[in-house]
């Protein structure tokens, strides 16, 4: 309730400060065109002087570039090459052998930068009608929290979009449609460099810390977790793999 109330305030005193300027009667003249001043015989305006906060708003955003690429999934044990992140993205992402089935994502970097993190990977080939390739929350985990001893584990998967750094949010995602709950997700997870290939994403727990986020494969989906051994010991039916993303141009 007090949050609640400090936050109208502050909405209320941004709002203040955002209305519009009331054009006052005495400016009434100060509105005519040079040329009705002529027409009038008034004399005409001296040109006008634009102020900060109209200068600053004008200001034209940090320039930007996109690039396009493939998630190239490899084997940790032995560095072998396992395939790519597919377009085969339900409840998780399949890996596949075919270049052509392969997901394309874009990344946005400002320009001079070959990579950055918490950036987020838009899916430039919408395998379905979310923006993002992201983490999501997985159906079996207990919270939202993944850590060295939790079973819980995330489905690399499509979502929404989060704000870069947020803890875990519900902005919609497949597996929660495929799964008919609520998961939470995040997008804004990716460390890319789109020149070294290097590609990981990073999951933020409910505390806003970053937890270690360890990549694997079972049955050739793509997953995470904060212990393989954890997840292979509550589902044991199937072995875990650890696994590695490159970022690969797509031409
Ligand atoms: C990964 O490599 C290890 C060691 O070569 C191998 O035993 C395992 O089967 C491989 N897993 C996959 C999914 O390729
Ligand atoms: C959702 O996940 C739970 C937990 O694994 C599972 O029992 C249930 O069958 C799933 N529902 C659907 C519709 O997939």
Redesign the pocket.
């Known amino acids: 309730m007090r949050a609640f109330a400090i936050l109208s305030a502050l909405a209320a005193l941004s709002s203040a400060v955002a209305a519009p300027p009331v054009p006052s009667k005495a400016s009434a003249y100060g509105d005519l065109t040079n040329g009705e001043r002529l027409a009038r015989g008034l004399p005409l305006k001296a040109p006008a002087r634009r102020t900060k906060a109209a200068r600053d708003s004008a200001a034209s955003p940090v320039p930007s570039y996109t690039a396009k690429g493939h998630l190239l999934v490899r084997n940790a044990s032995d560095n072998s090459v396992i395939g790519y992140a597919s377009k085969d993205v339900s409840i998780t992402t399949f890996i596949t052998p075919n270049l052509d089935d392969a997901l394309t994502v874009s990344v946005t970097l400002p320009v001079g930068a070959t990579g950055g993190s918490q950036l987020n990977l838009a899916q430039a080939d919408s395998p379905n009608a979310f923006t993002s390739f992201g983490l999501v929350q997985g ?2 985990d207990t919270t939202t929290d993944i850590s060295a001893g939790s079973s819980n584990y995330l489905y690399i998967s499509s979502t929404n979009d989060t704000p870069a750094g947020s803890s875990p949010q519900q902005p919609g995602n497949a597996p929660s449609n ?4 609520a998961l939470s997700s995040e997008s804004a997870v990716w460390t890319i460099d789109i020149v070294s290939g290097t590609a990981f994403p990073i999951w933020i727990n409910s505390d806003g810390v970053a937890a270690t986020t360890q990549l694997f494969t079972q049955s050739n989906a793509l997953f995470a977790s904060g212990d393989l051994d954890a997840v292979y010991a509550k589902f044991s039916l199937l072995p875990v793999t650890p696994i590695t993303l490159t970022w690969v141009p797509a031409v």
């Open positions: 159906r079996d495929l799964n008919g709950s």
